[in-house]
């Protein structure tokens, strides 16, 4: 079989099993999501085993070790993926809400009724644990998933993807089989190939770095709802704590580096940075934090450049727009506020901008005037997450401002209809 009839099967079968889908109420998609967890828990030897089989080829890739760690599945980050699922299924089911209700001078009874999308296809690289998130938010919205994942994971997908339908199928016999499928191929024209199916895949989301979501944007002929990288600030207010500025960079950068809301960019104020960097800079030389900084940032790191304690590097133009993913920092001293929301807005890709400052005035003025999906006021941009919004698992982050925004949830996984009641009313 061609690979286009190959992707013309799967997003068939997967078309068939959305519609399937409707047919489960809410208790009986949540004893499924409840049944994957416990599956993903009394497997975790087996999920290991598949997942130190991509990590083999991971460092044979040679992939920073910022990228091998997205792509490790311990017993820690199993037993979240399976908190995961229990929490979507502890979360109020977003079919069948009415969203606005009106009744026609004629008598004709209107109502907007949420209902899933259909078939969404995830693609995505590294982050196995997106497998079982974005599976059981689909699923809980009444959605058929179809998931492709990079080369690098493809034991760990297949693996928990067949945990979760094996679980589901003993646990409700009306489960569809084809509700959860993972791509059989690593072959990348079979991106395109499933893109061009209209009739059958309703929604893309692509997960992953900039160059992943470019393409997958560019040659796709369904929807895509996407960011294309995280490029987040920190802005160090002249009227900050200095205690907690130093905190919240510290774990924007250094708590998890290779991830999209991760900081890359640490803006502080020419009114501040004297009292401020020579400690910051201690700080990022114990993690091991590379700075590429400007003049007047040097000035005051100098003596721990000088000692060979911190690494230094001078910024050039694209250090402002860049998304390392990895223990590199851009540092700019900015004149005041209006400056660094000019360099957010101008450099930023509308993912997650923080400013750490005492002063409720500039604080309000940032997060009214810094375009972002989220916007902080003294708390770390590692925030932006669809657990820690409580949205139980994340399916993606969107920068899109038409359609969903920021971290995405059930919520954001429905569309809706018009129910129109009427007792023979013609026009």
Known sequence: MSLDAQMKELASRSKAAARQLTGLDTEQKNRCLHAMAQALCENKAAIGKANEQDLETARGMGLSQAMIDRLVLNEARIEAMAQGLREVAALPDPIGRVLDERE????????KITTPIGVVVIIYESRPNVTADAAGLCFKSGNATILRGGKEAIHSNQ??????VQAAQACEPHFPVDAIQV???????A????????????????RGGEGLIRAVAECSKVPVIKHYKGVCHVYIHGQANAKMAIDIAINAKTQRP?????????????AIAEKILPELGEALARHKVEVRGDEVSRKWLAPLIDQGELSFKWAQEEDWGAEYLDLILALKVVANLEEAMAHINRHGSGHSDAIVTEDPASAERFMRDVDASAVYWNASTRFTDGAEFGMGAEIGISTDKVGARGP??????TSYKWRCYGKGQIR
């Open 104 to 111: 026609r001078p004629n008598g004709l009874l209107l109502q």
């Open 258 to 270: 290779g991830v999209c809301n991760a900081m890359e960019t640490l803006l502080v104020d020419a």
């Open 191 to 206: 991106i395109p190939a499933l893109l061009s199916l209209t009739d059958e895949v309703d929604l893309c989301m692509p």
């Open 183 to 189: 791509v059989p191929t690593t072959d990348r024209a």
């Open 408 to 413: 995405m949830g059930l919520d954001e996984l």
């Open 159 to 164: 693996i928990i993807a067949e945990l979760m």
